[in-house]
């Protein structure tokens, strides 16, 4: 048993004190929880459905929202005590909890790479082809992954351009390597980054690398034992890979394309049909946490929480710089005070843009995930409730300012001049060189 249960389980008796504190606590839980449901709402059954939700995560940065929500009690001043925030193993345990779902001993939803979602609600990625409908109801954060390199490339200039890697990869696999490099799970954000990143130096990712799949924590001990040439990952596992001289940052994502659309809020379709209102309560309070984690102000404390045992078990000195956008490459290249830290509120961080999962989508054609004949459109309407985020937005009184306009961002460019516009996901597949589809 560890300290905090211990203390928790010793039988001694409260003092006055610790009673009058106690008190103090639910009195202003209490009085939180009214606030954010009014005139007695519980009584009259205008709360939540269900006090519980179990969510998933991985031990990623961009899952601190959830965290948060948690150990900061927003949750629970939405009427939602009982929200279990469940680590994960990997993506592909938590397509496999969520597929159970909550009522047989899975998850409800969960921090989530933006094009999983989609993956599963088509049944691409699950067991037997089995759909099973889920919903992103907000956008967790922008940027702030990146793509990382073995120190066996450390005198290359290898940065977003990569063209120095396809003559050394080339000589590897002519000496009878394996090249290999690591996303997180096919189809994901990490695996489209890297793709994207290499293809663009004319390096395809089915052919001239070997792509394998390592869960988030475990990428770092793989590069330290020779593993992998490259892998992109979220953090805070590529600051710790220089923090501990294995490897480099070749370049952040945001690098790639500024003010990327990175990590969402997934629930099970069934959950949130079945449950309205404990559906709008959970948004409200990821997005409360979102609001809190963006302070700059806030990122010491937030290191220090999610570095806890309990949740990413991680150093804060492998999570406080990129955090606040100190970028140590690890290639002797440091850039202080950089705009590449991560966003979970600013910039509309939090609102899922129809369009960007337009891309995800498009990018998923590309290689193959989804038919060339995919109705973009329609699938992504079916998936993305933007109109879920509007409705928990504006019940925790989010500023009109703060809430887009529009469901799409327009037109989106890239590091390598490519411009994706998503209301002609064709003409950006066809500027394409290196792909799968056939368009």
């Given at each position: 048993?560890?300290?905090?249960?211990?203390?928790?389980?010793?039988?001694?008796?409260?003092?006055?004190?610790?009673?009058?504190?106690?008190?103090?606590?639910?009195?202003?839980?209490?009085?939180?929880?009214?606030?954010?449901?009014?005139?007695?709402?519980?009584a009259q059954g205008a709360g939540p459905e269900v006090t519980k939700a179990i969510l998933g995560y991985i031990a990623l940065i961009d899952a601190s929202p959830l965290v948060i929500a948690k150990e900061k009690?927003?949750?629970?001043?939405?009427?939602?005590?009982?929200?279990?925030?469940?680590?994960?193993?990997?993506?592909?345990?938590?397509?496999?909890?969520?597929?159970?779902?909550?009522?047989?001993?899975?998850?409800?939803?969960?921090?989530?790479?933006?094009?999983?979602?989609?993956?599963?609600?088509?049944?691409?990625?699950?067991?037997?082809?089995?759909p099973t409908p889920m919903y992103i109801a907000a956008r967790l954060n922008l940027d702030a992954q990146a793509i990382s390199?073995?120190?066996?490339?450390?005198?290359?200039?290898?940065?977003?351009?990569?063209?120095?890697?396809?003559?050394?990869?080339?000589?590897?696999k002519a000496a009878g390597k394996e090249v290999k490099v690591a996303m997180t799970f096919p189809g994901g954000t990490h695996d489209l980054w890297l793709r994207y990143w290499l293809a663009a130096a004319g390096i395809d990712p089915d052919k001239d690398v070997s792509t394998i799949v390592v869960p988030p924590p475990q990428m770092v001990a793989n590069m330290k034992v020779g593993n992998m040439d490259a892998f992109c990952v979220g953090e805070p596992w590529n600051e710790q890979l220089v923090n501990q001289g294995v490897g480099?940052?070749?370049?952040?994502?945001?690098?790639?394309?500024?003010?990327?659309?990175?990590?969402?809020?997934?629930?099970?379709?069934?959950?949130?049909?079945?449950?309205?209102?404990?559906?709008?309560?959970?948004?409200?309070?990821?997005?409360?946490?979102?609001?809190?984690?963006?302070?700059?102000?806030?990122?010491?404390?937030?290191?220090e929480i999610v570095g806890k045992r309990q949740w990413f078990n991680v150093p804060v000195t492998d999570i406080i710089g990129r955090l606040k956008g100190d970028v140590n490459y690890g290639n002797g290249r440091v850039e202080k005070g950089t705009k590449q830290y991560m966003k979970f509120w600013r910039d509309f961080a939090s609102y899922p843009?129809?369009?960007?999962?337009?891309?995800?989508?498009?990018?998923?054609?590309?290689?193959?995930?989804?038919?060339?004949?995919?109705?973009?459109?329609?699938?992504?309407?079916?998936?993305?409730?933007?109109?879920?985020?509007?409705?928990?937005?504006?019940?925790?009184?989010?500023?009109?300012?703060?809430?887009?306009?529009?469901?799409?961002?327009?037109?989106?460019?890239?590091?390598d001049g490519k411009v994706f516009d998503p209301e002609n996901p064709q003409a950006y597949l066809k500027s394409?060189?290196?792909?799968?589809?056939?368009v």
């Open positions: 048993m560890d300290k905090k249960n211990s203390e928790i389980a010793s039988p001694s008796l409260p003092d006055r004190r610790s009673v009058l504190k106690g008190a103090a606590s639910a009195a202003a839980t209490f009085a939180a929880v009214k606030t954010s449901f009014p005139a007695g709402a519980f009690g927003f949750f629970a001043k939405h009427g939602l005590p009982d929200v279990d925030v469940s680590k994960q193993a990997s993506w592909g345990a938590t397509r496999d909890n969520l597929v159970l779902g909550g009522d047989k001993n899975g998850i409800d939803g969960a921090h989530i790479l933006t094009p999983m979602p989609y993956l599963i609600s088509t049944g691409k990625v699950t067991q037997n082809n089995v390199v073995s120190n066996e490339y450390k005198d290359l200039e290898v940065t977003t351009n990569a063209s120095s890697l396809k003559e050394a990869f080339a000589k590897k480099f940052t070749a370049c952040t994502t945001g690098e790639i394309w500024a003010k990327h659309p990175e990590k969402a809020l997934g629930l099970r379709a069934e959950w949130v049909d079945k449950n309205p209102r404990a559906a709008k309560a959970l948004i409200a309070a990821v997005l409360e946490a979102q609001q809190w984690c963006d302070k700059m102000e806030n990122k010491q404390e937030l290191a843009f129809k369009s960007h999962d337009a891309w995800f989508v498009t990018e998923d054609i590309r290689w193959g995930k989804f038919e060339p004949t995919t109705d973009i459109k329609a699938l992504v309407g079916k998936v993305n409730r933007d109109d879920l985020w509007r409705e928990a937005a504006k019940s925790i009184g989010v500023a009109a300012k703060d809430i887009p306009p529009s469901s799409s961002r327009g037109k989106e460019t890239f590091f394409l060189a290196i792909k799968r589809a056939q």
